[in-house]
């Protein structure tokens, strides 16, 4: 029989074999995101299509091309969310965070849409992992996320992703700096792309973002944003690297970084990474000081980022970095006959019960075929009950690496006591060859 109905172009399943990679990366991010103040926030997948167009810009690629949208039963416009921060600002908004105590440091994970062409590193949909910190006008702000993602990183065991960053103005500096990309860009009128023309008129900054090569040769001699600043621009920049330098955090200024999204001012950023190919922006971010007040909040600025899963995994394969394999089973237990396996079914609960990881049979095997089930998983002890060792209320139990067996009564004491046991023996083992690995 042939699988009638696949999976969608650019959509991946996420398989048990490497869930757990995602679950490590996703656990660490926010684990390590509670250390510096930020909780998560959970924001519906589809929105209001005007949030996006409002927030992202109805010149920006995602809002041209790549959003799914769809109307409804209800006749609403709908879209599926193509990034997180615009969900997240409305949602501030709405439910009154930014009158709470400030700044608002919040955190998320999120799968994310957009109609692109899918290729590597490139899907449709994808995922992502991020922040927003809302109320902080101050550098220290941009600095602190900055410092996360660099952390995070590092945590990770990752090497050869490299910061970069650069400043775009602010709405008072960028009338300048739009009439000189104007005018700059309006020589070459005749050689822009269709998209990029609609672009000179209403935002000529969104051309510096094209992807289609004529374009982009042209603005490789365009005017740079950061000779435009305003004094205000100019100081916080520099109190941004100022900061990085005293976090020791590496950085070169990239003058051509824009980013694909229009809420953006001041500070943008982006770790790139030397090992994925063509798409190596793992992370993109920057300040959005007009975002909240534009969705009718109070004036606030924002300064947050995104940092895609699929790229990072890609990043952590590429350098051969392991991510620790999940645990295995503590025990399987086989099973002769019904009572026995009325047994069984206890003492694997009894252990789960103790946060243990138990298995028994389930599929009425036989003990061979138990057996070869408790290899296949991997089990590190095993142990086979039949009417015998019910009524001595004892079992061997074999420890399934070494082949070695041992008595072990099923009182609950000593039974738990054994596992308890093993466990303080293999926690001490990994801790001596982490130890040995360091020296
Ligand atoms: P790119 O230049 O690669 O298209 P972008 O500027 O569109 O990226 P952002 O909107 O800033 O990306 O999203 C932040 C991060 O999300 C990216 O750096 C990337 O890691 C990830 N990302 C964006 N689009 C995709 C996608 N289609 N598939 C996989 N990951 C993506
Ligand atoms: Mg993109």
């Not at 994808?126 to 101050?138: D, I, P, V, Y």
């Not at 990239?254 to 943008?268: Q, S, W």
């Not at 408790?374 to 089990?379: D, L, Q, S, V």
């Not at 000593?414 to 130890?435: G, H, K, T």
Request: glycine share 8%.
């Amino acid at each position: 029989m042939a699988l009638e109905i696949r999976s969608i172009k650019g959509t991946q399943d996420i398989l048990p074999s490497e869930s757990y990679q995602w679950q490590f990366v996703e656990r660490l991010f926010l684990d390590m995101a509670k250390n510096y103040g930020f909780s998560e926030i959970r924001v519906p997948v589809f929105e209001d299509k005007n949030l996006f167009i409002r927030s992202v810009g109805d010149t920006t690629d995602v809002v041209q091309k790549e959003m799914y949208t769809f109307t409804d039963q209800g006749g609403r416009e709908l879209a599926l969310r193509p990034e997180g921060t615009a969900g997240i600002n409305r949602a501030v908004i709405e439910n009154g965070i930014l009158n709470e105590a400030l700044p608002a440091k919040l955190c998320y994970n999120i799968s994310c849409f957009r109609a692109e062409k899918p290729q590597a590193g490139r899907y449709r949909q994808f995922h992502q992992l991020g922040m927003e910190l809302f109320g902080a006008h101050s550098p220290a702000a941009d600095a602190e996320v900055i410092a996360f993602v660099d952390e995070f990183f590092a945590v990770l065991g990752i090497q050869g992703i490299s910061l970069e960053i650069n400043s775009i103005g602010c709405p008072t500096c960028r009338k300048e700096y739009h009439k000189a990309l104007k005018e700059y860009f309006s020589q070459h009128k005749d050689e822009l792309c269709e998209t990029c023309l609609t672009r000179l008129e209403k935002n000529p900054l969104r051309i510096l973002d094209c992807k289609s090569p004529v374009c982009r040769e042209i603005a490789k001699d365009a005017p740079v944003g950061l000779d435009y600043l305003c004094d205000d621009c100019k100081t916080h920049f520099e109190g941004l690297k100022k900061r990085l330098d005293a976090l020791n955090i590496a950085y070169t200024v990239n003058p051509r970084i824009v980013r694909g999204l229009d809420y953006y001012t001041k500070t943008v950023f982006e770790f790139v990474s030397g090992d994925i190919g063509a798409q190596s922006t793992v992370c993109g971010g920057g300040r959005y000081d007009g975002l909240i007040r534009s969705l009718g909040g109070n004036d606030q600025p924002g300064i947050g980022y995104a940092m895609g899963i699929e790229r990072l995994l890609m990043t952590l394969k590429a350098q051969n970095i392991e991510i620790p394999k999940p645990p295995t089973c503590d025990l399987y237990i086989a099973s002769i006959g019904e009572d026995a396996s009325l047994r069984a079914m206890q003492l694997t609960a009894l252990l789960r019960g103790e946060g243990f990881f138990a298995e028994c049979d389930l599929m009425d095997r036989s003990v061979k075929a138990q057996m070869k089930y408790a290899n296949k998983i991997g089990a590190k002890f095993s142990m086979v009950l039949g009417d015998d060792e019910l009524k001595n209320n004892q079992a061997a139990v074999k420890n399934m690496e070494t082949g070695e067996s041992r008595p072990l009564s099923l009182e609950e004491e000593p039974f738990l006591r054994f596992f308890y046991d093993a466990q303080i023996e293999d926690l001490s083992d990994s801790v001596n060859e982490m130890l040995k690995s360091e020296e």
